[in-house]
Nanobody, 122 residues
């Protein structure tokens, strides 16, 4: 059974930075795509960033140039470095792993972490 554990959320002022981490257990981490999603109050959950097993990345237009996703396969960990944070980035951020190596991060057949709250306000 795969478990995903996020950490690193919190409160930050606009313009600040945070780094989220997600540790995966119970799978051969390096073979899987990984992704970060977020859900703000009253809104649908949306893809923020994804990274394939080979390291290719993709980002939502709203975070391009500000957020960076990376992975450390030796630590079974995926990161989301968030810079120049805005109040609109306020949301619960979730880590996601597909349940099979051959499906994309956007497939619904996936594991989810419990989420970590990010609040951006002055």
């Amino acid at each position: 059974q795969v478990q995903l554990a996020e950490s690193g959320g919190g409160w930050v002022q606009p313009g600040g930075s945070l780094r989220l981490s997600c540790v995966a257990s119970g799978s051969i981490f390096s073979n899987y795509a990984m992704g970060w999603y977020r859900q703000a109050p009253g809104k649908q959950r949306e893809l923020v960033a994804g990274i394939t097993s080979s390291g290719s990345t993709n980002y939502a237009d709203s975070v391009k140039g500000r957020f960076t996703i990376s992975r450390d396969n030796a630590k079974n960990t995926v990161y989301l470095q968030m810079n120049s944070l805005k109040p609109d980035d306020t949301a619960v951020y979730y880590c996601k792993m597909p349940r099979a190596t051959f499906i994309s991060i956007q497939n619904s057949y996936a594991y989810w972490g419990q989420g970590t709250q990010v609040t951006v306000s002055s």
